[in-house]
């Protein structure tokens, strides 16, 4: 069974940094593109980035794009988001999935709360 | 960026009833659309990929259809665990986006 396990979040300072991690099992960690998407206390999805099997190609939502960087040990079978320069805007739930099109399965998500 | 607009936004419907969501999108994503469900407190669930393509495990009353720019996902008889929000998603472009989500309650 693959299991997603987001861990990391926390409440942080605007201007802040948080690392996110994501510990996977059941499949084949290195065969498969990651993915993070979040969502705003009561709102929608919004797809935040992906990371191909070999670390490259990276691809980011404008809104993340120089703050965010993704990030994968292939070894220890999990998935990183370094979250630099916090904004309250980044408050959100983040999860984790598997895919680079559609994404199957999802973790439980990790919350992420900034300060303003 | 394609913008994906989903309607309505909310749907007062009667378990049993026949339900059909819409998306559309603001250029083609030619088959590349994928469905949620999600439920309270949960991850979403994906439903349907490639419009279609229902995933493992999901009962046959979910459908998908569609192509280019508008989509549909029909629920055939709404049983009471299927009350929930649903989002559309498009993956033929980056960044890959969602609907903004249609609720369904119980009438």
């Known amino acids: 069974e693959v299991q997603l396990l987001e861990s990391g979040g926390d409440l942080v300072q605007s201007g802040g940094s948080l690392r996110l991690s994501c510990a996977t099992s059941g499949f084949t960690f290195s065969k498969f593109a990651m993915t993070w998407v979040r969502q705003a206390p009561g709102k929608g999805l919004e797809w935040v980035s992906t990371i191909y099997p070999s670390g490259e190609p990276t691809y980011y939502a404008d809104s993340v794009k120089g703050r965010f960087t993704i990030s994968r040990d292939n070894s220890k079978n999990t998935l990183y988001l370094q979250a630099n320069s916090l904004r309250a805007e980044d408050t959100a739930l983040y999860f984790c999935?598997?895919?680079?099109?559609?994404?199957?399965?999802w973790g439980q998500g990790t919350l992420v709360t900034v300060s303003s | 960026e394609i913008v994906m607009t989903q309607s309505p936004a909310t749907l007062s419907v009667s378990p049993g009833e026949r339900v059909t969501l819409s998306c559309r999108a603001s250029q083609s994503v030619s088959n590349n659309l994928a469905w949620y469900q999600q439920k309270p407190g949960q991850a979403p669930r994906p439903l349907i990929y490639?419009?279609?393509a229902r995933v493992t495990g999901i009962p046959a009353r979910f459908s998908g259809s569609g192509s280019g720019t508008e989509f549909t996902l029909t629920i055939s008889s709404l049983q009471s665990e299927d009350f929930a929000v649903y989002f559309c998603?498009?993956?033929?472009?980056?960044?890959?986006?969602f609907g903004q989500g249609t609720k369904l309650e119980i009438k």
């Open positions: 998603q498009q993956y033929d472009s980056w960044p890959r986006t």
């Open positions: 999935t598997l895919g680079w099109g559609w994404f199957d399965p």
């Open positions: 490639l419009v279609s």
